[in-house]
């Protein structure tokens, strides 16, 4: 994540970035528990963090290859400029049996409106 | 650098952990590595069944406290180059006066339910108390009383480390002592009064023996040996005195004050009274028989006892000086 998909991203690095987390979501389907126990077994939460983390990095990664523009610290160096036009809106990613899919919600704001930053 | 590890090993749910023992591990630690990066490499790396709490990794979460060798410390703010260089040897282990559930894990439930005893929460008056229009003001000095206190990150080292403890698992301990002090000292406090009477009981402040080793282990500064003697001079402000800790130290004070010194042998009497102190006839016998009574001085007014006094007067003449003094 540190290398593909960092505050500056593009889109062949997150391309890779992408291709190599599905194999690693891939490898995790063979995970083994060493630890067999049921008592005070730490080895337990620590692989279903791992599970989580790599949904989590696969939901950031695609996220981020779709947002073609430069928002805070999504900056695209393929893509400089903010766009409200077509990207004022919250990115959604739905799991559903194991497939991953992108949908958008529009930002609702009330008093202040967002503005470029200008430093 | 390769290092070597022991680490006590312990699950009473395994044929070959039902007994504790210890294992050998070995590590290559690199500069600047902590005792409990150590140990997540080991967990991570070498074997998953090796338990240990951790959470935050910079010493504010208090989950991480482990005997290295022989002290306890917390794991992440202990490096482990510089402690293998000083015993040259690597031996982890629970912390002490609790029980071990697994490897490093220890119950922590009774060192909660000390806790909940000294109901660690402000207890305001419940109505505004008549002229009072505004908020209390806290100056810096009220919050400095207290200040150490409310440093605690509930690691446990104290308890770990405590010889009181160690002898009567009743004792609240220094870490539930030093919360209760937060909540004392506190000038929003209502109930101080009413805490000090429920500490001064058996098991409470009177417990501690004053061997400063919650102080010295303490990886915040909470001093909690401070805490209890502030409790215990305010608990004897208050007048709660009914009780074999305020007797003891008035009985010590009245010593001095009349014949110049510590008259250790009539301590007892003074302390648990005359019938209480026939039942402590088998433990003198004891005593004696390692040559640990203190015998009665035939003569025990010192020479110069009027200095003693002197110093007395002084005393009390500084305190009536304080009290003059209006607060704040």
Known sequence: MVK?????????????????????????????????????????????????????????LIGALAREESRGAHTRTDFPKRNDEKWMQHTLVTKKDDTFSLSYKDVSFTKYEPTERKY | MKIDLKIRRFNPTTKNGREPYYQAYSIEASEGMTVLEALMSIAA?????????????????????????GFTKLACSTQIIPE????????LEPIANHTVLKDLIVDFDPFWKKLDKVKPYLMPP????????????????????????QKCIM???CNSECNALEIEKKYLGPAALAKAWRFVGDVREEGGR????????????????RCVHCVEYCPKGVEPLTAIERLRSRAIQEGIKDNHGAKHVEAMVNSVKKVGRLDEAAMTFKTLGLLR????????????MHGKMPHPHLFPQIKKID??????????????????????
């Not at chain 1, 067999?36 to 989580?52: I, Q």
């Not at chain 2, 990794?57 to 991480?64: F, K, P, Q």
């Open chain 2, 45 to 69: 790396a070498q074997d998953p069944t090796l338990s240990f709490r951790r959470s935050c990794r910079s010493s504010i979460c208090g989950s991480c406290a482990i005997k290295i060798n």
């Open chain 2, 277 to 288: 102190s026939l039942g402590m006839i088998p433990f003198g016998l004891k005593m004696e």
């Open chain 1, 4 to 60: 593909h998909c960092s505050v500056f991203r593009d889109k062949t690095e997150l391309e890779q970035g992408v291709a190599k987390m599905a194999e690693l979501r891939q490898r995790f389907k063979k995970v083994v528990l060493k630890d067999r126990t049921d008592y005070y077994n730490t080895e337990l939460p620590s692989v279903l963090e791992l599970g989580n983390m790599l949904d989590i990095a696969y939901s950031t």
């Open chain 2, 194 to 209: 009413k805490r000090l009477g429920r500490l001064s009981d058996d098991h409470g402040i009177w417990d501690c023996v």
């Open chain 2, 307 to 328: 200095e003693v006094r002197t110093i007395y007067a002084e005393i009390k003449r500084k305190n009536k000086n304080a009290k003059k003094k209006p607060k704040g």
């Open chain 2, 126 to 149: 419940e109505t505004q108390p008549e002229g009072r229009t505004k908020e209390v003001h806290i100056s810096e000095k009220d919050a400095e009383a207290i200040d150490h206190a």
């Open chain 2, 155 to 157: 690691c446990g080292s």
């Open chain 2, 84 to 91: 293998h260089e000083k015993a040259h040897e690597m031996v």
